[in-house]
């Protein structure tokens, strides 16, 4: 056994190796899963709620929870069947090669790298824009600015990106869970607070403008609501368990999605309830109108804000890993320990210069986030709702008359159709906006 071990990993690449290390349990997994999925993203859907409506929202939002949970166990299966042939697949390329082939499997892997930069970089966004929130209130008229806490961000994630595997990550993953129960559980009570408060606007849930800009702001809000439930790191997760993984990953999804479910379901309708359509795309906003009065206690606010960095610091790390792997593929020497010179400078320099360049982008795009509404529908909607029905369709060939057949194909269609509208809004929305775009800006809306 010893001997076959050691020829296993002498086959393995310096990606598989060194990242996507093989040693978790179910509960690592949820961990990870809980990191990929709930995120700061959940405070735009009260306004995804503004444009559908309390029975759309509803219905949208449970249906983005039963069709997620649905697909991930898809691929999870799928990678579960590959590894009783004796095939352990440890990324979603390796997947999709398996399935598709090598001519379409890079229709897979380029969208997906694109998506975790993307994240790395919204992260880096997000993070230096909490942190300046946080120093206007505690230092008047200071002179950082937004591109300055950016860096300072940045700089902790570098030092956590030396983390050499995705399996590292455990604990980090772990505390990025709990605080993000924790503000969202701060939100609901802030909302709460504020919807009671005297100052509070007036509750409105009608859905306001024209036919076609209702029709386009409704797509735009299940775009949302799909996007915010996405994972496009699945495979990279499953990796991390010890074998044997057989029904270890079920177990994952299910406690990552009752923190979901919660989370999601909670910060959606307690934002709704509080501000009806005046819910902003960053329902944290609409705690501070423009008079500059807060509707919810400081101290609250404040904490929110700073679990809310902290977390994002974990999000960066997570979503960086399958790119750390190709890294590590490229430039480590599978031969040698993990921690010699020959992999430890490599890995040093390039995962510090891929943050660099991350938070370089952050600083000077201040609107990426409309940048992102379209990289989440473009990239986002494909891998995570579609793609999973159509592997398993074409891997496990389930007959027509078959319920799980018609499930997999309406799920294709109806999402395939989300993803094409859900492009065009947020298309409609960059050009609305365009005039707003200045770079380097001290923006934090």
């Not at 044997?244 to 299910?254: D, R």
């Not at 990552?256 to 795309?281: D, E, Q």
């Not at 404040?302 to 974990?314: M, N």
């Amino acid at each position: 056994m010893g001997e076959e071990a050691a020829l296993a990993k002498e086959e393995l690449d310096a990606g598989a190796a060194f990242v996507l290390v093989s040693k978790g349990t179910w509960l690592h997994a949820a961990y990870h899963l809980t990191t990929a999925i709930v995120g700061p993203a959940i405070l735009s859907l009260p306004y995804a709620f503004a444009s559908l409506g309390w029975e759309l929202g509803v219905l949208a939002l449970t249906m983005g929870a039963l069709v997620t949970f649905y697909g991930y166990n898809l691929v999870s299966t799928l990678l579960e069947q590959a590894d009783q042939r004796g095939q352990r697949h440890l990324r979603l390329g390796d997947l999709a090669v398996d399935i598709l082939g090598p001519k379409w499997s890079k229709y897979v892997v380029f969208p997906q790298m694109v998506i975790s930069f993307g994240i790395v970089v919204g992260s880096n966004l997000l993070c230096g824009q909490g942190m300046l929130k946080i120093y206007e209130n505690l230092v008047k008229d200071g002179d950082l600015k937004l591109y300055h806490l950016v860096m300072i961000s940045a700089s902790i994630m570098i030092i956590l990106s030396q983390l050499p595997s995705f399996h590292s990550l455990r604990y980090i993953s772990l505390a990025s869970a709990l605080l993000s129960m924790g503000y969202s559980l701060g939100v609901v009570a802030a909302c709460i607070y504020a919807g009671h408060s005297k100052r509070a606007p007036p509750k409105d849930y009608s859905i306001v403008g024209s036919t076609s800009a209702r029709v386009f702001h409704a797509f735009n809000g299940l775009s949302i609501m799909a996007s915010t439930y996405g994972v496009s790191i699945i495979p990279e997760i499953q990796a991390t368990i010890a074998s044997p993984v057989s029904g270890k990953m079920f177990k994952g999804l299910l406690l990552c999605y009752a923190v979901v479910v919660t989370t999601f379901f909670s910060v959606s309708i307690s934002g709704y309830w509080a501000f009806g359509n005046k819910a902003t795309g960053n329902l944290f906003d609409n705690f501070i109108p423009d008079d500059n009065t807060t509707l919810a206690p400081d101290w609250l606010l404040f904490l929110i804000i700073l679990f809310i960095v902290i977390q994002l610091l974990a999000i960066a790390v997570v979503y960086s890993q399958p790119l750390f792997d190709v890294f590590e593929t490229a430039l480590s020497d599978v031969k040698r320990p993990i921690f010699s010179f020959r992999n430890l400078l490599p890995r040093l320099a390039v995962r510090s210069l891929y943050i660099v360049l991350a938070a370089f982008l952050a600083a000077m795009l201040p609107f990426f986030g409309d940048l992102n509404a379209f990289i989440g529908a473009v990239g986002f909607l494909p891998l995570a709702f579609i793609l999973p029905p159509v592997l398993y369709n074409i891997k496990c060939k389930p007959s027509p008359g078959t319920v799980v057949f018609w499930v997999n194909t309406a799920i294709i269609v109806v999402y395939g159709a989300m993803a094409v509208m859900g492009s065009v809004s947020s298309v409609r929305q960059i050009v609305l906006d365009a005039h707003k775009f200045k770079v380097f800006s001290n923006n934090t809306s």
